[in-house]
Every structure is written in C-alpha cells, then in structure tokens.
C-alpha cells in the first residue's frame, strides 16, 4: 500500500492540463433462457450520492479514503453509463415489447428504479484494485407505484493493474457482468402486462 501512496495518478498532486476520457462498451449477449415478456419498461435515471454521479473515477485506497483518479474521467457520470447499460442490453434482448427512460414519456406497465451504491477501484487491502460496482434495484408498478421486486446486485472485476486504462478495462468488465444479471432478473420477474 506504500506505493500506491506515492502515486501521481490519485488525486492530491499538481494539476494535469490534459483529461482522459473512458467510455465503457457494455454489450450484453441475450441468454437463450431469458423468457419472452408481454409487458413494457420504464427505466427511471439511477440515484446515487454526489461523489458517484459525477464523471470522476473513484478510487478507495483504504477502508476509510475516497478519492479520485487525476488526469481521468469517464465520458459520463455513473449513472448514465448504467441507464444507457441496461437500457441498451434490454433493447438488444429483444424480449419485451417495449423500454424506454422514463423521461420519454412512454406508457409502460411497470417501472425500473436503481440506487447506485458503490461506482469505485477499491484495493480492499490488494496490491491492485478491483472494480466494485453495487446497484440496488426496484421494480415497480406503473399504476400504483407498488415494489413488485427488489434485488441488490455486486459485482467485483480485479484489475490487471493499478493504470487508468486497466481499472477501467475491469470496469467495463463488472458493469457488463453487472448488466447481464440485471437484465435476467428483470426479464424472469412473473408480471403481469
């Protein structure tokens, strides 16, 4: 952990004029058992504290610090790239008539809400960090705003290094996974249209 201490790429040394911009490509192959559905989605945009919807780059290099890596950026704040993740892999699922944002105005029978909890490189006591991403996830009733379910999701990808480009490679590897089993758990759930 000594050396993560004296390394320039968290934040706390002398400002970078240049920005680096990942944008994570989460594509999520539809699974042959993920059932066909005759009801439509809504998808509302994720909640999330302030430090996670933002397009700076969380790093936890111990327990109790949370910082952000310098010179990096992602393309978006957090929780757009899990709206557009899970919009995206509901869309190519091609298992339901009908997903939108919420903010489309489209008429659906049921309602998608997220809380994103935790967006970050955590070292958890390792050498190399892994991308931690843990997303709480509801269902509910377009007519009654009911929670007709309910599940948390974590996912931890280990980096193949301490390097921006490779925390994020493991991050689009968590968000992937993270998508995929968002995804079959939205598309199992037994509603009614």
């Known amino acids: 952990m000594a050396a993560l201490g004296g390394c320039s790429i968290l934040s706390g040394g002398p400002p970078s004029s240049a920005i680096t911009l990942y944008a994570p490509d989460v594509r999520v192959a ?108 509801k269902l509910l009733n377009s007519r009654d705003q009911h929670v007709v379910a309910s599940q948390t999701f974590l996912q931890a990808a280990p980096s193949a290094g301490t390097e921006p480009a490779q925390v994020t490679a493991a991050f689009e590897t968590s968000l992937t996974s993270l998508t995929n089993a968002l995804t079959g758990w939205i598309l199992t759930q037994q509603l009614d249209s």
């Open 30 to 137: 539809p699974d042959p058992a993920w059932p066909q559905v005759d009801w439509s989605l809504a998808i509302a945009r994720p909640t999330a504290a302030r430090m996670i919807d933002s397009p700076r780059i969380l790093v936890r290099p111990t327990p109790d610090e949370l910082q952000v890596y310098r010179g990096v950026s992602w393309a978006q704040p957090a929780t757009d790239l899990v709206e557009n993740a899970v919009l995206r892999a509901l869309e190519d699922s091609g298992r339901m008539p009908a997903v939108a944002r919420l903010d489309t105005g489209i008429r659906a029978d049921y309602k998608l809400v997220m809380d994103i909890r935790r967006f970050e490189a955590d070292y958890a006591g390792q050498a190399v960090p892994s991308a931690v991403i843990e997303i709480n996830a």
